[in-house]
């Protein structure tokens, strides 16, 4: 497979909940406002130290959208998706952005994101 090189970030990075490595800087975070399949997600403009996938054409809440899933280039940890197109012209804003899931990730801080339970679950 040959020898593994990582960027390390520097000073406020996200980074992956398994084995720490760096993903994205504090800076390049667009929004936190996002949700996926498992809870809440952040939006980045940048990340580094992931592989992908395969693209495929995925139905979202906002809409069809071309992506491809993003690995932790260390451990293999699926962390999130890249959109690659938004075939709605209000959703073009996406392409090239990356989502990372907040329960995969540790935040700048290092701590871990817990959602929070349902009511219908305690």
């Known amino acids: 497979m040959g020898r593994l090189f990582l960027i390390d970030l520097e000073e ?5 909940k398994h084995c720490q490595t760096h993903f994205a800087l504090a800076d390049d975070l667009i929004s936190k406002s996002f949700q996926c399949k498992n809870g809440r997600a952040y939006l980045f403009d940048k990340v580094v130290n992931v592989l992908v996938g395969e693209k495929e054409d995925r139905m979202m809440t906002t809409g069809l959208h071309n992506v491809v899933d993003i690995f932790c280039v260390a451990c293999g940890s699926i962390v999130g998706w890249k959109y690659v197109v938004a075939y709605e012209k209000p959703q073009k804003y996406k392409e090239g952005k990356f ?14 994101y817990i ?4 009511v219908e679950d305690v």
Not at 101 to 112: A, I, N, Q, T, Y
Not at 115 to 118: K, Q, V
């Open 99 to 112: 989502i990372l899931e907040r329960v995969k990730v540790l935040g700048p801080d290092g701590s871990e």
């Open 12 to 16: 406020n990075f996200y980074s992956c």
């Open 115 to 118: 959602p929070a339970l349902d």
